[in-house]
């Protein structure tokens, strides 16, 4: 069975500072990699996702993500956090060949300080 | 808004009763996935349906069960309800059951057992 990890539980940055939320995944095979973000009160909407390609891959709001394969890792970053983007943020794979049901991490609550 | 609504947004209630939530997925959507998020499991995948059919299964317990009608909106069934049943309950719609098509999330259903 696949499993997403999430280390940072809860990431607390000042307006202007850089973001790096990390994500590994344990699966042997190819999977598909996915961020989605939790604004408060409001439902889960994809960041960005990776299937093949450019392992950069760019997302709305100016995130990022960097599939690593040798890592098992698909971090996500942002230069410069606002305010707004004060959610929670969670990593997800699934398997290219399997069904589209996702498997999640445990998430990290970014607070965005101003 | 994702396009994908549920009902009702709150569900208190006793244990050992017997629930049913609604989901419609967003217009042209075929499929839709429901998943469980609670504190000490985080978010998990329960059922997958495709144009009425299932398609895939997760950590759906034997209480809870789904379908999804001709007109493509889905409820989940949670019966013998028990304290730990008490979580947000996600459904998702997507165009087709490929794995690498985005999922779009309702605003979820917040059902408390006491």
């Known amino acids: 069975a696949q499993s997403v990890s999430q280390h940072n539980h809860h990431v607390i940055l000042s307006e202007a500072a850089s973001l790096e939320l990390g994500c590994n995944y344990s699966?042997?095979?190819?999977?598909?990699l996915f961020w989605y973000v939790q604004y408060p009160g409001q439902h889960l909407q994809l960041l960005l996702k990776y299937f093949s390609g450019d392992p950069l891959v760019k997302g709305i709001k100016g995130f990022e993500a960097e599939f690593i394969k040798s890592k098992f890792s698909f971090n996500l970053r942002k230069p410069s956090v606002q305010w707004s983007d004060t959610a929670e943020y969670f990593c997800?794979?699934?398997?290219?060949?399997?069904?589209?049901?996702?498997?999640f991490g445990t998430g990290t609550r970014l607070t965005v300080i101003p | 808004d994702s396009g994908v609504t549920q009902t009702p947004k709150h569900l208190i209630t006793a244990t050992g009763q017997r629930v049913t939530l609604r989901c419609s997925p967003r217009?042209?959507?075929?499929?839709v996935y429901w998943y469980q998020q609670s504190l000490d499991q985080g978010l998990q995948f329960l059922i997958q349906?495709?144009?009425?059919?299932?398609?895939a299964k997760g950590n759906i317990l034997e209480r809870f069960s789904a379908q999804q009608f001709p007109d493509l909106h889905s409820e989940l069934n949670l019966s013998s309800l028990e304290l730990g049943d008490s979580a947000l309950y996600f459904c998702?719609?997507?165009?087709?059951?490929?794995?690498?098509?985005?999922?779009?999330f309702g605003p979820g259903t917040r059902l408390t057992v006491l």
């Open positions: 997800a794979v699934n398997e290219p060949s399997g069904a589209n049901n996702l498997f």
């Open positions: 349906y495709y144009n009425g059919e299932e398609r």
């Open positions: 699966y042997g095979g190819t999977v598909n």
């Open positions: 217009s042209g959507d075929l499929s």
């Open positions: 998702a719609s997507s165009v087709d059951p490929r794995s690498t098509d985005t999922q779009y």
